[in-house]
């Protein structure tokens, strides 16, 4: 097995270990009644802050907007920032940070305590019991949103569990048949999808894609054929699977909830990896960390 595969499998404990011992930090950094505050990431944390900004917005906690620390952004007087930074060091992150107003609250959410992300920060959310030590990232940005859910009112308590009995069952997929993957999301789990379309690229240097869900007729579904597997990541459309199937397409769509879905998709980047004879521990070209000279 590889750390990778450990790290996937390991969810279902870290997920509980975060709701017992860090879901009260967690509400009190992530809340903000209120508070117009903008999310930042770069990467899988990117995708993340997408998911985490619906989700508060969504629960009437405030404005919230997500951005790429590697993009400019426009200023919109936010009373907090929360950057997410897995090791903290990411160079891109850390001139976000720098280039913040005065007076603006920065929480960082990583897992690396000693670091320069959380040096800077007002507050931190320290997830470092969720760190990998995998290149790609699985149980850390999970566990962030499971905690992200629990501070915004949801009974996440059962996830665990849920996840646990999922993650012990095969996968259900023909991976020798598939080549080109596709994930789709709506609302909160947009972000999602695109974080599953990102772990296939890292792990399996495969053709993965991302899209949400109702847009996936507009264009993109005229590449779709029998090498295509396309992954519904939470609610989906009837009418939808069917335009996919129609095309020769395998559809999956949610039997889990989306995060217990993301972990499956964590494992079948992990088997196309396989297939391919690769290593997803060194997946091509990448480090840990982004950090720029």
């Given at each position: 097995m590889t750390l990778t595969s450990r790290e996937i499998d390991s969810q279902p404990a870290v997920w509980r270990e975060a709701l017992d011992r860090h879901a009260d930090r967690a509400r009190d950094l992530l809340t903000l009644p209120g508070a117009r505050v903008l999310v930042l990431g770069c990467g899988t944390s990117a995708f993340v802050a997408e998911s985490f900004a619906a989700l508060r917005e969504g629960a009437g906690f405030g404005m919230?907007?997500?951005?790429?620390?590697?993009?400019?952004?426009?200023?919109?007087?936010?009373?907090?920032?929360?950057?997410?930074?897995?090791?903290g060091t990411t160079t891109e992150a850390i001139e976000a940070i720098d280039g913040l107003p005065e007076g603006v609250r920065v929480i960082a959410v990583t897992g690396v305590a000693d670091s320069p992300v959380a040096e800077r920060a007002d507050d931190v959310l320290l997830l470092d019991f969720a760190d990998e030590e995998s290149v790609v990232q699985t149980r850390f940005p999970t566990t962030f949103l499971v905690l992200a859910r629990s501070a915004f009112g949801e009974d996440v308590s059962g996830l665990p569990a849920e996840a646990e009995a999922a993650l012990a069952q095969p996968l259900g997929l023909d991976t020798a048949s598939l080549e080109h993957f596709v994930y789709l999301g709506s609302g909160w789990t947009y972000g999602l999808a695109q974080e599953a379309a990102l772990k296939i690229r890292e792990a399996a240097q495969a053709w993965a894609e991302s899209y949400?869900?109702?847009?996936?007729?507009?264009?993109?579904?005229?590449?779709?054929?029998?090498?295509?597997?396309?992954?519904?990541?939470?609610?989906?459309?009837?009418?939808?699977?069917?335009?996919?199937?129609?095309?020769?397409?395998?559809?999956?769509?949610?039997?889990?909830d989306p995060l217990v879905e993301l972990a499956n998709a964590q494992r079948l980047a992990v088997a196309i990896a396989a297939h391919r004879?690769?290593?997803?521990?060194?997946?091509?070209?990448?480090?840990?960390?982004?950090?720029l000279g």
């Open positions: 919230t907007d997500a951005a790429y620390a590697s993009e400019p952004w426009p200023w919109r007087d936010y009373d907090a920032v929360v950057v997410l930074s897995r090791s949400p869900l109702l847009d996936y007729r507009h264009g993109p579904l005229a590449v779709a054929g029998e090498k295509s597997l396309v992954w519904i990541i939470g609610r989906s459309e009837p009418s939808l699977v069917e335009d996919i199937e129609r095309v020769g397409a395998t559809v999956r769509t949610s039997s889990h004879g690769l290593d997803p521990d060194n997946p091509r070209h990448l480090t840990r960390s982004i950090v």
